[in-house]
């Protein structure tokens, strides 16, 4: 069973049990999320497709994760002009579990459990090792002299050729 949703100007296949990264949606981790903009809908042997959406078929998830993605850098560039501008973005995603697919009346009905203790989704697909080992100091931190203050009694030397 999987359904095409629009949200955010873009358009998602989406299944049961899958976590997909979405435009940022408001609310919190672990609040629930309602697309009602479902273009395609397939249970396995028929497929609907909507004219622009089908009637009566909504997808529903929760929040897994906010978070912005990985910086993005926009170099533009003329030669021979002196040309030259650098930015960087970071986009907002909201990433959604789906819980049900299907008639938005049935699913009021049945409302699944919402766990809230689910790790977030950056955590899930890159974990660094744990490492056991204790990190010493060595002490060079705490062993650098501060910079003299200046005092009232230093002189003011005139240079020899004047």
């Known amino acids: 069973m999987y359904a095409v949703v629009n949200t955010g100007g873009k358009q998602y296949k989406v299944r049961e049990g899958d976590v997909f990264r979405f435009e940022k949606l408001p609310g919190e981790v672990g609040g629930p999320v ?6 395609m809908f397939s249970d396995g042997e028929n497929v609907q497709v909507g004219q622009p959406v ?5 997808v529903q998830g ?4 906010q978070g912005k993605s990985r910086k993005i850098l926009v170099f533009k560039y003329k030669k021979r002009k ?24 049935e699913m009021a009905e049945e409302a699944p459990a919402v766990e809230a203790d689910e790790t977030p989704v950056a955590e899930q697909t890159a974990r660094a090792p744990e490492s056991t080992e204790s990190v010493e100091t060595t002490g060079a931190a705490e062993a ?16 020899e050729n004047e």
């Open 82 to 105: 002196r040309y030259r501008r650098k930015l960087g973005h970071r986009q907002q995603y909201t990433a959604v579990k789906i819980d049900r697919i299907g008639n938005p009346a």
């Open 54 to 58: 089908v009637p009566d078929v909504a």
């Open 62 to 65: 929760h929040i897994v994760e």
């Open 34 to 39: 309602s697309f009602d903009r479902v273009l």
């Open 144 to 159: 650098t002299p501060e910079p003299a203050a200046p005092t009232e009694e230093t002189e003011v030397r005139k240079p």
